[in-house]
């Protein structure tokens, strides 16, 4: 059904619960997966840029790219450093770049308030997005 799917991951439980379903849809339709995380950085006075990501997330990424590919899915990691506040554009960009069918996102299960005053990820990616985008709400 779906020849590329992008995962969009921050390595978080809600993203997790996103990549159910796109081993569901991998599997179903024989897709490839491209799992976009993009490493917010922020640039302090003096200190340089500082990453908000721990060697262990990128270690927890890697890995759940390597169990997709163990499960037999066509899978790939983008990992992209970039100012934060750029996750949703460079996400849709690189599922531009990929020719992407389906981006799947996990939600932080806020509000419509909350998530518009902290400007979420998720809805900010329905703006940009090239193709459908699957928003998983958390449990």
Known sequence: MFDVIVWATD?????????DYVRKLAESGRSRVVVV??????????AGPVHLDEDELQQKIQG????????GIDASLRAHPAPAGHAAHITADSAREE???????????LGPIAGLLLGSVTQRLLQVAP????AVPAS
């Not at 390595?11 to 990549?19: E, H, P, V």
């Not at 020719?99 to 299960?109: C, F, K, S």
């Open 99 to 109: 020719g992407a069918d389906l981006i799947v996102v996990g939600t932080r299960g």
């Open 131 to 134: 193709c459908p985008v699957l």
């Open 37 to 46: 995380h993009v490493k917010e950085i922020i640039v302090g006075r003096g």
């Open 64 to 71: 759940q790219v390597n169990d997709l590919k163990s499960a």
């Open 11 to 19: 390595g978080s439980a809600n993203a997790d619960l996103a990549l």
